[in-house]
């Protein structure tokens, strides 16, 4: 499944993007109380010159469908997005690694940080999920996509609230 997001967020597009860089964003998001997703934990993160690579675990907390439940365990769909930040260009790309299911989910994809007439940032984003599961690929793969559209949603004013105290 094939996926497009955006979010606008407050602040220049410089500050946004050091912000999705900081592994601090991330252990601030952990304090919150997010849907869909569960707290992100901070693997690792490598900053080197003008390019940042971070890895964050997550587990998708969402609702899945009796049939998809009947296939996958929802506390197995966990995984580590590795995402590499390229703050000269404003862009990112990410893979999301599975802790379980490897041979039925792959998932990858890109953002990049627009700036926006106000003064704000778009972060726009494009990517590809793919499940591999008899008769419930395209529900799980939907409810992944709606559960990451319903955190990034919620995500922008702590987004937000953090880039504030970083400027």
Known sequence: ???????HLDGPVDSVA???????L?????????PMLSTPEVVSHHPQDDVVTLEIRYR????????AR??????????VERSVHDLTTASTTFTMLPDHYASRFRASGSYRFESRA???????????????????????????????????LVEVPI???????QT
Do not use: C
């Open 1 to 7: 499944m094939i996926f497009t997001i955006a979010q």
């Open 18 to 24: 050091r912000a999705y860089a900081n592994p601090e």
């Open 26 to 34: 991330y252990l601030y998001l952990a304090r919150q109380d997010l």
């Open 60 to 67: 998708f907390s969402g609702a899945l469908s009796t049939a």
């Open 70 to 79: 009947a296939v996958i365990d929802p506390a197995k769909l966990t995984w």
């Open 118 to 152: 106000d003064g704000g940032t778009t972060r726009r984003g494009e990517g590809n999920i793919r499940v591999t599961a008899l008769l419930v690929a395209g529900a799980v793969e939907g409810a992944i996509v709606s559960g990451l559209e319903e955190h990034l």
């Open 159 to 165: 987004v937000n609230a953090f880039v504030a105290t």
